[in-house]
T-cell receptor
């Protein structure tokens, strides 16, 4: 079956430009997460969506970062006025169930963002 | 949140068992122990999880110490495809906003 799909797989842009990263979760999964991963590091939580509840935005590093999830499915992470420190791999994950701990998260292969 | 400690890297020979340790001395009674792995240029992949009892699935086994302050992921017969970074993560079962808090993991090198 189809897994989590992210696009683009690679994005190179100039400092100061805005970028949009897309995530298509597994069909039927109500929970969706965004993380970012710098080279050689573990994952850093950014934002969490669960159904129609208000998202948990506690991991967003600045107000230049925002995300939305339309119709409980596709999600878009937007970074405005990109900075070089935003360069990283941005990963999306989805899982089934509502706060059911133990449900594994299924990850996409990420978008590698490079800011020149 | 409780944290985990893992060795930076480990080496093993192909077709031999691999034991990947994880220390979590500050684990709470409501924390699940999860393991994920990440192959090069891919997103993380769920491996296994447990609470108190040892667990087995098609990928691996999880051995949890009686005091729960440590656990070991066991790959019974390593293959070259098992070369990856393995992450041990704690999740509070009662944390309604739970998120995965990741350390740097253990880089597993498999020698042919």
């Amino acid at each position: 079956g189809a897994g989590v799909s992210q696009s683009p797989s690679n994005k190179v842009t100039e400092k100061g430009k805005d970028v949009e990263l897309r995530c298509d979760p597994i069909s039927g999964h109500t929970a969706l997460y965004w993380y970012r991963q710098s080279l050689g590091q573990g994952l850093e939580f950014l934002i969490y969506f669960q159904g129609n509840s208000a998202p948990d935005k506690s991991g967003l590093p600045s107000d230049r970062f925002s995300a939305e999830r339309t119709g409980g499915s596709v999600s878009t992470l937007t970074i405005q006025r990109t900075q070089q420190e935003d360069s990283a791999v941005y990963l999306c994950a989805s899982s089934s169930g509502d706060r059911v701990v133990g449900q594994p998260q299924h990850f996409g292969d990420g978008t590698r963002l490079s800011i020149l | 949140d409780a944290k985990t400690t893992q060795p930076n890297s480990m080496e093993s020979n192909e077709e031999e068992p691999v034991h990947l340790p994880c220390n979590h001395s500050t684990i709470s009674g409501t924390d699940y122990i999860h393991w994920y792995r990440q192959l090069p240029s891919q997103g993380p992949e769920y491996v296994i999880h447990g609470l108190t009892s040892n667990v087995n699935n098609r990928m691996a086994s999880l051995a949890i110490a009686e005091d729960r302050k440590s656990s070991t992921l066991i790959l019974h017969r390593a293959t070259l495809r098992d070369a990856a970074v393995y992450y041990c993560i704690l999740i509070d079962r009662f944390d309604s906003n739970y998120q995965l808090i990741w350390g740097a993991g253990t880089k597993l090198i498999i020698k042919p």
